[in-house]
C-alpha cells in the first residue's frame, strides 16, 4: 500500500471549514483514497473514500488532484463534535489495510 | 452503522490465563479483521479472514490465535494472556478488495492483563 503523510496536528475554529491534507505521491492506479476518523476511544468511523474523481456525502468532501499525489478531506462547517484523530489511508483493498497516525484534529469553540 | 458486536467490551484478567474476544457481524461480509491499538502505535492489524476458515497473520500475530468457524463469527484468542497484550482490540468487517470496498469496525474491546 501506498505511504500517507499527514500533518500531526490542526485546530480549526468552531463554524469553518476544516481542510485536512493528506500526501501520497506514490499511490498507484487502482488505489482508493479513504478516510476514517476516531473519536476518543471509539471504533474508527469512516468517513468518505475516492479514486479520482472528488465526492461529497453527509459528512465531509474529498477533494483529490489531479495527479492523485496528494488530498483534502474537507470538514464544510465544523463543529466541537469533529475534534478527532482523521486517518488518510490509500488502498486497493488490500487485506492487510494499515493506519498511520493521523491528524489530531482540534476544534475550537 | 455496520451490525459489529465484541465482546466483552471489557476484560480484566491474570497473566497467563486465556482470554477469547469474540467479533461478531450481522453484514454477511466476507472479510473480517482483528486490530489493536496502543498509544503510539495506531492501529495495527493481527490477524485476519477472508472466508470461513481461511485466515491469515497480520504485522502483530504473535501470540494470538484466530478463529472462523462462520461466516458471522471471528474469535481472537490469547493462549497464555501477558501484559503487553494490554490493549484496545478493534474488529472490522469488509466485503474484500475490490473497486473502493469500505471497512468498517467495531466498538472495540478493553483488556488488561494484570
Known amino acids: 500500500d501506498a505511504k500517507t503523510t499527514q500533518p500531526t496536528s490542526m485546530d480549526c475554529a468552531e463554524g469553518r471549514a476544516a481542510n485536512l491534507p493528506c500526501n501520497h505521491s506514490t499511490i498507484s492506479g487502482n488505489e482508493y483514497v479513504y478516510w476514517y476518523r476516531q473519536i476518543h476511544s471509539q471504533g474508527p468511523q469512516y468517513i468518505i473514500h475516492g479514486l479520482k474523481n472528488n465526492e461529497t456525502n453527509e459528512m465531509a468532501s474529498l477533494i483529490i488532484t489531479e495527479d492523485r499525489k496528494s488530498s483534502t478531506l474537507i470538514l464544510p462547517h465544523a463543529t466541537l463534535r469533529d475534534t478527532a484523530v482523521y486517518y488518510c489511508?490509500?488502498?486497493?483493498?488490500?487485506?492487510?489495510?494499515?493506519f498511520g497516525t493521523g491528524t489530531r484534529l482540534t476544534i475550537i469553540p | 452503522d455496520a451490525g459489529i458486536t465484541q465482546s466483552p467490551r471489557h476484560k480484566v484478567t491474570e497473566t497467563g490465563t486465556p482470554v477469547t474476544l469474540r467479533c461478531h457481524q450481522t453484514?454477511?461480509?466476507?472479510?473480517m479483521y482483528w486490530y489493536r491499538q496502543d498509544p503510539g502505535h495506531g492501529l495495527r492489524l493481527i490477524h485476519y479472514?477472508?472466508?470461513?476458515?481461511?485466515?491469515d497473520k497480520g504485522e502483530v500475530s504473535d501470540g494470538y490465535s484466530v478463529s472462523r468457524s462462520k461466516t458471522e463469527d471471528f474469535l481472537l484468542t490469547l493462549e497464555s494472556a501477558t501484559s503487553s497484550q494490554t490493549s484496545v482490540y478493534f474488529c472490522a468487517i469488509s466485503e474484500g478488495p475490490g473497486s473502493g470496498n469500505t471497512i468498517y469496525f467495531g466498538e472495540g474491546s478493553w483488556l488488561t492483563v494484570v
Open positions: 479472514s477472508y472466508g470461513v476458515k481461511d485466515t
Open positions: 489511508i490509500v488502498f486497493f483493498g488490500n487485506e492487510k489495510l494499515t
Open positions: 453484514e454477511n461480509h466476507r472479510y
